[in-house]
Nanobody
Framework: QVQLVESGGGLVQAGGSLRLSCVVSGSIFSINGMGWYRQAPGKQRELVAVATSNGTPKYTDSVKGRFTISRDNAKNTVYLQMNSLKPEDTAAYLC??????????????WGQGTQVTVSS
């Protein structure tokens, strides 16, 4: 059993910052990619940022230069530092991790999500 728990969401004014955290716990042999997705009401879920096991980041174009993804492999935790937030960043942010069991089978897990609301 693997659990992902996000924290750090909230209400912030445009131009402000938030830092999201996601801790992965449970039966973990190793973790490959860890990332953040978001979903706004009436819209499809979209990839925001992902970090490979060695930390190489990838971002969707709309957040480049404003968001930074990082991970602490010792703590099985991934972070998303969000700066210069815009109202269009408002969404539920969900953590995602690709976790291997002892047999080296990889499974993708999701967190419950944390709400980010940016007021204009």
């Amino acid at each position: 059993q693997v659990q992902l728990v996000e924290s750090g969401g909230g209400l912030v004014q445009a131009g402000g910052s938030l830092r999201l955290s996601c801790v992965v716990s449970g039966s973990i042999f190793s973790i490959n990619g860890m990332g953040w997705y978001r979903q706004a009401p009436g819209k499809q879920r979209e990839l925001v940022a992902v970090a490979t096991s060695n930390g190489t980041p990838k971002y969707t174009d709309s957040v480049k230069g404003r968001f930074t993804i990082s991970r602490d492999n010792a703590k099985n935790t991934v972070y998303l530092q969000m700066n210069s937030l815009k109202p269009e960043d408002t969404a539920a942010y969900l953590c995602n991790a690709e976790v291997a069991d002892v047999k080296q089978n990889y499974f993708r897990y999701w967190g419950q999500g944390t709400q980010v609301t940016v007021s204009s």
